[in-house]
């Protein structure tokens, strides 16, 4: 079974600057997806970014980029100039390619930007 | 474009009572998703449905949970009866069939039972 480890609980940030999330996963599969979700205190569940483990070119969106090392298994995510409003909790998530659309999630790292 | 859309966002209910949370995905959405989150264990699959028919419902915790999805734009999770562990926040989500296609979660349902 795949699982997915989130090793930082909370981490603090100023605002405008830059933070990176740590995400590992054990896995099998050769083909797979990876996502980062946002959950801010309204506890809506908030697609990040995604990565498809086929692709060598690091997932980008806006000021939100992952580092994707396939051969480590590892997922981490970049804010760049943090936002008071990225506050919120941080779950990685592994989606198996072929077969069913499970999502499997870390336990999250919650993140305080501060002014 | 509306989102899933759950109710009720927000219940609390006694020990023993039934619970019934509702679910309605995204139009043209044809898998659908129920999640529990807790402190202690995350977030957890409950159940799966493709198609309105329930794949793996391996992460249901007992027989007091059960779930339906008469059509393609309803689902309900219920609890009965309900106890003080089910407390937690019930997420439905959806996406069309594709693997890797995104997930849209609904904004929760937050129950309490005491």
């Known amino acids: 079974a795949q699982t997915v480890t989130q090793s930082q609980p909370e981490m603090s940030v100023q605002e405008a600057e830059t933070v990176t999330l740590s995400c590992t996963y054990d896995?099998?599969?050769?083909?797979?997806?990876l996502f980062w979700y946002k959950q801010p205190p309204s506890r809506q569940m908030i697609l990040v970014i995604r990565?498809?483990?086929?692709?060598?070119q690091n997932a980008t969106e806006n000021r939100f980029s992952v580092n994707f090392q396939k051969a480590a298994k590892s997922f981490s995510l970049k804010i760049s100039d943090s936002q008071l409003g990225d506050t919120a909790m941080y779950f990685c998530?592994?989606?198996?390619?072929?077969?069913?659309?499970?999502?499997?999630f870390g336990k999250g790292t919650k993140l305080t930007v501060n002014p | 474009d509306a989102g899933v859309i759950q109710s009720p966002r927000h219940e609390v209910t006694e020990m023993g009572q039934e619970v019934t949370l509702r679910c309605k995905p995204i139009s043209g959405h044809n898998s659908l998703f129920w999640y529990r989150q807790t402190m202690m264990r995350g977030l957890e699959l409950l159940i799966y449905f493709n198609n309105n028919v329930p794949i793996d419902d391996s992460g249901m915790p007992e027989d007091r949970f059960s779930a339906k999805m008469p059509n393609a734009s309803f689902s309900t999770l219920k609890i009965q009866p309900s106890e003080p562990r089910d407390s937690a926040v019930y997420f439905c989500?959806?996406?069309?069939?594709?693997?890797?296609?995104?997930?849209?979660f609904g904004e929760g349902s937050w129950l309490t039972v005491v």
């Open positions: 990565q498809e483990a086929y692709k060598q």
């Open positions: 989500a959806s996406c069309v069939s594709f693997s890797g296609n995104t997930i849209y």
């Open positions: 998530a592994f989606m198996n390619q072929g077969g069913s659309e499970k999502l499997v």
């Open positions: 896995t099998s599969e050769n083909n797979y997806y």
